[in-house]
């Protein structure tokens, strides 16, 4: 909007509709505009988390913007409870979340895509790029405190090697018995763009974003499919601009 132009109006009417139809009564982001039965009601995505989007929509020419911000606090507090509760050690979030607002909890197994609703799996790898490029404006010390836990466990986990990134795992950081080591670019990249908060230890850090870089730009586009291509290029883009 600001950086073409002339979009303003449709611009207004999409932050409309998403107020109206994709968030929920409690604030938060809904499944989608089809959520509408009582079990996905109360259901989140945790990739669907944008506290960056959502500040941008705050400040638009005739935003609602107290109600933005309510959003994007709300989602903060969700997520930063179902991780202090469920993922003490790792910082992780699951897939999709349920009991909102007042439980929130991981998903059960089966309860929308798989065995693997209540892990951090495809669809949460994205958490820590939402964070990022909030934490990349703001400097938010939410997003700071949550991507630096996350840091600090995988670049553990993985002894500092990006190839050894697995392509799911559970809240504690432990790998599902079908889980497999991975160099998808998708999750190699998000890991990548939240760890722009570092951990705390600045030498590790850097060593840790070289290695992860590195293991980025030698994956060539077939090595992955649209997805991971697709998360690949946007951590770029982000961390280019650092």
Known sequence: ERAWGGYADVAAEVRSAILSREISRHGLVKLGDWARYEVYDVASRSSDFMPYNFSVFATAPGADASRWAEIRSTGYDVWGQVSE???????????????????????????????????????????????????????????????????????????GDPSRIASS???????????????????????????????????????WMDALWGAMVSIPIEGGDYFGNTLKLLAMIDLAEM
Do not use: K
Request: charged share 25%; glycine share 12%; no cysteine.
């Open 85 to 159: 509760t469920y993922a003490q050690g790792t910082g992780l979030v699951p897939d999709f979340m349920v009991g909102m607002p007042d439980d929130p909890r991981p998903a059960p197994a089966g309860f929308l895509e798989g065995d693997y609703d209540g892990y951090y799996s495809w669809n949460a790898l994205r958490y820590p790029y939402r964070l990022a490029a909030d934490y990349r404006v703001s400097r938010d010390p939410r997003a700071a405190a949550r991507l630096r836990r996350i840091n600090a466990w995988i670049r553990g986990e993985t002894g």
């Open 169 to 207: 795992y559970r809240l504690d950081g432990t790998i599902p018995r079908d889980g497999r080591w991975t160099e998808d670019p998708g999750w190699i990249s998000m890991f990548a763009a939240g760890a722009i908060a570092g951990s705390g230890d600045p030498r590790a850090d850097q060593i």
